[in-house]
């Protein structure tokens, strides 16, 4: 079963569509759910909870374009969220079209691991492989864009940076009828980076679809996902002392600890891993529900929209995934093995490869006490995830989880108040007495004040399977690990008319599971603390310049195996304006720093980063340039990166470079290039 599903996605995917088509082309006939007197519907918009309205007069927010010829209304919305936005058009940000945050920090070049330099625990309750340092490039269900659009959208992405890094995304979405919505997204990365066995790839593909019946009471919901991370790993340089004596000014020069030993050919368009880390994933999702509730209908002009208000859905979601994590050297060399990692290779190539599928089926019963209010309502559901593992051939295993699941969200019709409220508890099966429980609520203070945030989050754990001896990545344990449980606690207070946001995060962890070395996990058992405090701001400084500031303050107690820069902050200097009708520029210099600690070491045979405290990093602020552009539906981001590298005493060379860890260095001056080309067909 598991065989066809795998083999026949695709044809699974085409299928969907027909039947939706199918469904479509029977509702139309059918009176109830008629538009009467159809033609020229111009005049109708979208309101909060996405029925029809009559569109205000004046101009659309909404709207590109030309309103008349080329217009379209567009918005979308995340999977399991109501919340509609809009497409963002703005550029003054870089990192807003770049999938990497800007306080994440990676192994040298994009697409290699990458760890946040905030505290960030994993807050998932359940199963979990244990393999988390390519998440941040994943398509995922809780980033998956729902759209709605009254025309064909494409968007065309292309990004060019130094030797020869590429990005290229593609986004296509339309409705085929008012009420069946699909689109397809692709993603690809290649970057060689600067170090011999360092290219790294990572190749993203999706594909949605929404369709409701005419008469609103059926609907679905339909992702497919499909990562893959490949990324060689060369566990950084033999002597760091040699960048300082390059004949070229050009690490690539120089020995790295993995990897083939001599000159090797830097390959542009090489996605190859010879010794690195290879993780595949692929997953489909599909929910649908039924709802009982009441008709109405509206009226506008000499159209009659017919509407319907949910009661009480009954909903069915069925999650399946496959997920390969595989470490391979083809070309090992036994004494670097042991020299650098204090590993014994055994045979002629180095192979640990893990694989999962989970197949879960949920089953949930949805209350909507407003009837005009689909943003309010009280959710419950139990269920039912069946896992298998093979480990190489040497050993596999099944086991299964029964948990239960309850939600409640009330954003109220009036906009000022949003509660959400959510827990999982698991009652059997290999993670029983595991659960995560959320709530956050958001209240309005007015236009003046702004809102204030408080939340709370509280997640019981059990160990990742990373740390199970039946893994095949070597890792070493001591004892069996208790569950680790994380409390936190956040407030936000924003204030979008004077341009600032404050922010608090306060963690409580027990049994806290961490890596000390290249191969061994332990845990904290004690209990320690971590206060994170931030602050945004954006200063007018005159009519076209602005000063864009990001501040971050972390600090722990008790004394955990956890390092965190003290401060992290970003800060922009920027002149900003409309020119020339059609030009929008955001051009000026960009800073990030962090205070200097003792930053985490990286294995690349388990793919974890590890805690050590016997080397401080002590990095210049990184400098970047840029020039953003849009011109109506086109946008450009021009980079000049790592400025600070420039080193005076070697005249115009930008070989001071900063370090990710002791041995990996960042790049040195960096130049990215990036086109941004929407259309509406």
Known sequence: MRLLLKRNIPIFLLLLCAIANSLQAQNVGRKLTTIQNSGNQSNVTYDSQGRMIKRSSGKDSLQRRDENADSITIYYRYFDSTRLRSIDSSINDFNTRFPMPWQYRYLGNYGTAAQSLLFNPLMKAGFDPGFHQYDIYKFTPENTRFYQTT???????YLLGSNAEQLINVVHTQNRQSNFNFSIEYRFSNSPGILKTQNASQNNFRFTSHYQTLNKRYEFFLVY??????????????????????????????????????????????????????????????????????????????????????????????????????????????????????YTVQGKTVSFKDVWRNFTNEFSLISFPDKKNQSQFLKVGIAVQNISGDFDTVASTRFYNVYGLGEYRNRTRNQLWDIEANGQLYFTGRNTGDYAAFISMKRVLGKKLGNLTLGFQNVNRSPSFILNPLSRFPVTTQGSFAKE?????????????????????????????????????????????????????????????????????????????????????????????????????????????????????????????????????????????????????????????????????????????????????????????????????
């Open 151 to 157: 025309r064909p959208y494409t968007e065309l992405g």
């Open 225 to 342: 996902i499909s990562n893959k991370s490949a990324s060689s790993e060369n566990g950084g340089l033999q002597d760091k002392a040699k960048l300082n004596s390059l004949a070229l000014n050009d690490p690539y020069e120089l020995e790295t600890r993995l990897g083939q030993p001599g000159a090797l050919s830097r390959n542009p368009f090489n996605t190859t891993v010879n010794t690195g880390n290879i993780y595949k994933e692929s997953s489909i999702l599909f929910r649908h529900h039924y709802d009982i509730g009441s008709r109405d209908s509206l009226v506008l002009d000499s159209v009659t929209i017919q509407l319907f208000y949910p009661r009480l859905r009954g909903e069915h979601t069925l999650r399946y995934s496959s997920n390969s994590f595989n470490f391979l050297d083809l070309y090992p060399d036994s004494s670097r093995y042991l020299k650098y990692f204090n």
């Open 485 to 681: 449980n994380t409390i936190r606690l956040f407030a936000q207070y924003e204030n979008p008319r004077n341009a600032w946001k404050l922010g608090a995060e306060y963690f409580a962890v027990t049994n806290y599971m961490y890596f000390d070395s290249f191969f061994t996990a332990k845990q904290e058992a004690a209990l320690f603390n971590v206060l994170h405090l931030s602050a945004e701001k954006k200063f007018r400084l005159s009519k076209n310049w602005n000063w864009y500031t990001e501040i971050h303050v972390q600090q722990t107690t008790g004394q955990p195996p956890l390092n965190l820069p003290l401060l992290l902050t970003r800060n922009r200097i920027a002149f900003e304006g409309n020119f020339y009708t059609n030009l929008f520029l955001s051009t000026g210099i960009e800073i990030r720093y962090n205070t200097n600690y003792n930053a985490d070491e990286y294995s690349p045979l388990v793919g974890q980063y590890f805690y050590q405290n016997t080397s401080t990093l002590s990095n210049r602020p990184d400098i970047n340039a840029y020039v953003n552009f849009r011109i109506k539906s086109f946008k450009g981001f021009f980079r000049v990166e790592n400025l600070n590298t420039l080193n005076p005493g070697e005249g115009f060379k930008f070989n001071k470079l900063n370090f990710v860890t002791r041995d990996t260095p960042y790049t040195g001056l960096w130049i990215r290039f990036g086109l941004w080309w929407t259309f509406v067909n």
